[in-house]
């Protein structure tokens, strides 16, 4: 397959200004008339993207083109001859949208029509030059049978309705501004609508819309309270305000990501849009949020400014994320949204980076780019933009986005030019940051330190160092942002004064480390201190080296609720590695009893922060502690992380059942933070108290749950136990649920990552269970996803079956939807880092995959890259 590399960027040859549209929807044969406005830009031929298209007529300027100056590709692509500088083309193409299921481009589900065209699926709807660097204002005529599709929707503002003959009806649809073709969107079919008016800053009408199936409107409340304040916030945060008369959102069951940003019309996974609390969590609730705020956020960070090329995908999408932690942060605690996003970092984007995808936030070449839609660009690209804002402070961030919007606005741009928006608002050199775009690799970070006594002077060295990456042996240091204050021996932040400052300044301050080592010189410092390094996280990078006794004293002391949190962390985490090797040695695992003492100081100052406390309760995953590991051990890690679960447990029962009890809930539900802090904060203490035993406590969680946040914690403390304390609570589940998707998947994941040693055939069962869909990428990521990515233990089972299940299913999912499949590989791309008789069967898996016939190019290339 042919690889794109981001140094072959040329142009585009043609530039298209205005595009005008003709669907007559059908699901078995959907006609597309496009009307393209073109004029050359650079010299070359008239080349256009297609894939799966059936060309029925073309014209130029009017006239029906002959045969012979058409030229199809073996690609799909149509090359045009002879055309002249600037013309009307016109061509007519039949599309199936029935019969597609990679859900890229055109396609039906349960009956409707929706579009997917980020990154390349507008090639499956028409011909046309494919690429973000082609902006086109688009006017969009929608015509189907009236029972059909009662509702038709596209991008812009509404442009007049009508009807024709045999109960057609049509519909169009004006987008004002210039874009992209993978925002062009087209939904159409039965929906219903839950409305809202919204007045921006400047007093304009807008019309808030959520489309969805009739029977889902009573759960799209909190979908369209988070629009409503994401609107808000982008406007007093950003100055930005939305810009067309209508925005529209449309749920979908069948998608492959989980939303998605069309102008004016966002098409999401009816997981981000649907929730009440009986059948979505907490955590269901928090995405919903966060999604939205994305999509939302997009509207300038992605389509009024968008991308030059794929390579610059970080340049929406890393700052629009950035955007939305922002928001939610500044929707509730601004700390436990940093805990959470570094977990996730940590959990996803850090084992990438040590692994064979591993690629630069702006990687250098693809194969396949719905490969590179990775925690990567997204959250590493994140926490570059966050980087930058640390670095050049929140009111020059403000002045570099207004830069840049101005300067950018219907412009496909590049991430230089983001930066230097940064750079010039700041009056910073932010040249070496593009390091952090350029370089894969996480960043180790190690600091030491020295008390002078006689001088009171504490020297600090930091010292950074990157390693090698696949295709990028050697690496350049790249600048990194240290927030760090220092305590004294009773905990007392202490004023700090580098050796040339004339004053000391109270709190938190920003080192920069700028080579490979540097010292910073501390005056006037009383007596040892001990230093908070990385507040806030405030760098994508693994500090290493922190003694236990500091992690001890930095947990319960630190100013810095992150810092706080961390220590506590990586202390039990050096625990826990010390703890694997008594275990590889087949000796007694003993217990700690500074654990003991930290979970009942946290469960005593819990009611302060419920969702800090339900954080730092929580012991580092089996899939954090492996990753630390140089070959995982994941049967050990798993035994160890049980072991010292049920000693908590069983050692702090009084305290956690008091807890508990104090937390049980009382009037009526509440998605705030506090009241989403509280119950995790009680289900973390539930986990501890059913893994020492309590199975009852869980039984009775689960019958009397008033919210499915409760029951499913409940069900998947259940679902690792046995008999009927298991069976019933699971049947009953699936009795109660079978009806509705969005809840059966959770049905199929709890089953999936249950640490019970049947757990492989039973997900093999599970795989031919009559609600099984393969077709349907949520329900294919509930099951093989749930399993491969959440469940270590039995992933890793000796006997290979778990690799086994894993690539059978990618086989069979390949030639339905190669973009699914190229995601669900993933784990086994991993074998690196297992023992050699585990590896091998990794590595057999992958080539079986890899033989197989007709692969998806999404799929050969992780598959491919796994083995290279
Ligand atoms: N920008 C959207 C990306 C997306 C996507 C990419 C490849 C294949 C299918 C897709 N669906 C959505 C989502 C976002 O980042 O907001
Ligand atoms: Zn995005």
């Keep these: 397959p042919h690889t794109t590399r981001r140094a072959d960027y040329h142009p585009p040859v043609f530039l298209i200004d205005t595009v005008e549209l003709d669907f007559r929807l059908d699901p078995a044969a959907t006609l597309v008339r496009a009307r393209l406005a073109f004029r050359r830009n650079t010299p070359g031929p008239m080349r256009l993207d297609g894939v799966g298209l059936t060309l029925l007529e073309a014209s130029l300027d009017g006239t029906a083109l002959p045969q012979e100056r058409l030229v199809h590709g073996e690609d799909g692509s149509l090359t045009v001859e002879g055309v002249p500088d600037s013309g009307t083309l016109e061509t007519l193409v039949r599309i199936a949208p029935q019969e597609n299921t990679e859900l890229s481009g055109l396609y039906t589900s349960g009956g409707n029509f929706y579009t997917q065209c980020e990154a390349e699926g507008f090639r499956r ?70 409305h809202e008016p919204f007045v921006t800053k400047s007093g304009k009408q807008v019309s808030l819309n959520i489309w969805v199936r009739r029977g889902d409107e009573d759960r799209c409340g909190h979908a369209m309270d988070s629009l409503i304040r994401s609107m808000r916030w982008d406007e007093e945060v950003f100055g930005l305000e939305y810009d067309l008369d209508v925005f529209n959102i449309a749920a979908v069951s069948d998608f492959n990501m989980g939303a998605m940003e069309n102008k004016g019309l966002n098409v999401f996974n009816t997981k981000y849009v649907l929730a009440k609390p009986e059948t979505a969590t907490d955590g269901d609730y928090q995405g919903i949020e966060t999604v939205i705020a994305h999509e939302y956020f997009h509207n300038w960070t992605g389509n009024r400014v968008t991308c030059r090329d794929w390579f610059q995908l970080s340049l929406k999408e890393g700052l629009t994320v950035f955007r939305d932690q922002e928001f939610s942060a500044d929707q509730g605690s601004r700390a436990v949204k940093r805990i959470r996003d570094v977990r996730g970092l940590r959990a996803a984007q850090f084992p990438e980076d040590a692994g064979p995808m591993a690629h630069p936030v702006r990687p250098e070449s693809y ?60 009056g910073v050199d ?4 593009m390091g952090w775009y350029d370089q894969a690799g996480t960043p180790e970070l190690t600091a030491e330190d020295r008390y002078e006594p006689e001088s009171r002077r504490w020297v600090l060295t930091l010292r950074q160092q990157i390693p090698p990456t696949p295709g990028q042996a050697q690496k350049h240091p790249v600048p990194i942002p240290v927030a760090m204050g220092l305590l004294d021996g009773a905990g007392t932040e202490l004023p700090t004064r580098l050796a040339g400052e004339n004053e000391a300044r109270p709190g938190t ?38 003694a236990p006794e500091r992690l001890r004293f930095l947990a319960v002391h630190d ?58 309760l929580a012991l580092p995953g089996e899939g954090f502690v492996a990753d630390q590991m140089e070959i995982a ?55 501890y ?42 049947a009953d589940f699936h009795a109660r649920w079978h009806g509705d998707d969005l809840v059966l998947d959770k049905w199929f994941s709890i089953q999936a990552m249950s640490k019970r040693a049947d757990t492989p055939a039973a997900v093999r069962a599970l795989y031919r269970h009559p609600d099984f869909d393969l077709r349907n990428p949520n329900r294919a990521r509930s099951l093989i996803g749930a399993f491969a990515s959440g469940n270590p233990l ?37 074998w690196r880092r297992q023992a050699p008789a585990r590896a091998a069967l990794m590595q057999r898996e992958l080539r079986r995959v890899l033989d197989t016939p007709k692969l998806s190019r999404g799929t050969f290339e992780k598959a491919s890259k796994a083995l290279a």
């Excluded at 969009?140 to 038709?152: D, F, G, N, S, W």
């Excluded at 004006?174 to 087209?186: E, G, N, R, T």
């Excluded at 000693?647 to 998605?671: F, K, M, N, P, Q």
């Design 125 to 194: 709807i028409t011909y046309f030059p494919d690429r973000p660097d082609v902006m086109s204002r688009y006017t969009v005529t929608i015509t189907a049978q009236r029972e059909l599709c009662p509702v038709m929707l596209s991008n812009g503002n509404p442009g007049g309705t009508g009807h024709g003959k045999d109960g057609t009806h049509w519909v169009r649809w004006v987008d004002p501004h210039p874009k992209p073709s993978y925002l062009f969107a087209l939904v159409a079919g039965e929906l219903v609508t839950v």
């Design 559 to 616: 100013t810095d609720p992150f810092v706080r949190w961390e220590s506590g962390l990586q202390y039990a985490t050096g625990l826990m590695l010390r703890m694997v090797e008594q275990q590889q040695r087949s000796e007694p695992l003993g217990f700690d009893a500074a654990l003991e003492e930290a979970v009942r100081t946290t469960l005593r100052a819990a009611e302060t922060d419920p969702a800090f406390a339900a954080e730092a």
């Design 794 to 830: 039995h992933f890793h089972a000796e006997d290979g079956e778990g690799y086994r299940f894993l690539a059978d299913a990618v086989i069979a999912l390949d030639p339905i939807n190669g973009s699914i499949a190229a995601r669900l590989i993933g784990p086994l791309g991993q």
């Design 367 to 426: 194969i396949e780019i719905d490969n590179f839609y990775t925690p990567t660009v997204y959250q590493k690209g994140a926490e570059v933009v966050r980087l930058i804002h640390t670095r050049i402070g929140a009111a020059a961030f403000r002045r570099g986005m207004d830069l840049y919007i101005a300067r950018c606005d219907n412009q496909a741009v590049t991430i230089e030019d983001f930066v230097s928006a940064m750079q010039e608002a700041s």
């Design 509 to 546: 301050r920003l080192l920069l480390l700028e080579g490979a080592e540097q010292s910073f010189t501390f005056e006037d410092v009383p007596a040892p201190p001990t230093p908070s390094l990385l507040r806030g996280f405030s760098a994508p990078v693994k500090l290493k080296g922190v």
């Design 633 to 687: 051990d994941p049967a050990a890690v798993h035994a160890v992380r049980e072991h010292l679960r049920a000693e908590i447990g069983r050692r702090c029962a009084d305290a956690l059942r008091a807890t508990y009890d104090g937390l049980a809930e009382s009037g009526e539900y509440r998605v705030d933070g506090r009241s989403i802090g509280r119950r995790a904060l009680r289900n973390a203490c539930l986990a």
């Design 689 to 730: 108290l059913v893994a020492a035993g309590d199975t009852g406590l869980a039984s009775a969680q689960y019958g009397s749950a008033g919210n499915m946040t409760d029951r499913l914690a409940a069900l998947s403390l259940l679902a690792d136990a046995e008999g009927p304390a298991r069976e019933a609570p699971l």
């Design 430 to 433: 932010l040249s070496r940051f």
